[in-house]
């Protein structure tokens, strides 16, 4: 079993920029491909970025390619998500989610654990 904690969420002015964190314990770290995910009020959860479980492969969401990085440290089993230029549109619950193979891809339903969420909201 995996628990995975966000945190780093907050209010931020548009084009600037935060830094979410998502910790994770319970489990071969390395093993599994993570992800986040992003919830707005009143929409579908969707796919915002995911690499691998070697680091060696990262995905984006188009809405956010150029503007935000995902990144993992394997020995602190951590993985990262560094939102930059960010508009009102990214407000929404941000999730961290892990899937039980080595890479993974942008539907919710690859993913088997997944954290409480932290909000970002993007505001003048």
């Known amino acids: 079993q995996v628990q995975l904690v966000e945190s780093g969420g907050g209010l931020v002015q548009p084009g600037g920029s935060l830094r979410l964190s998502c910790a994770a314990s319970?489990?071969?770290?390395?093993?599994?491909?993570m992800g986040w995910f992003r919830q707005a009020p009143g929409k579908e959860r969707e796919f915002v970025a995911t690499?691998?479980?070697?680091?060696?492969?990262?995905s984006y969401a188009g809405l956010v390619q150029g503007r935000f990085t995902i990144s993992r440290d394997n020995t602190k089993n951590t993985v990262n998500l560094q939102m930059n230029s960010l508009k009102p549109e990214d407000t929404g619950v941000y999730y961290c989610?892990?899937?039980?193979?080595?890479?993974?891809?942008?539907?919710?339903?690859?993913?088997?654990?997944w954290g409480q969420g932290t909000q970002v909201t993007v505001s003048s």
């Open positions: 989610a892990a899937a039980s193979r080595l890479s993974s891809g942008v539907y919710p339903r690859e993913y088997d654990y």
């Open positions: 319970g489990g071969t770290f390395s093993r599994y491909a």
């Open positions: 690499i691998s479980g070697s680091a060696m492969t990262t």
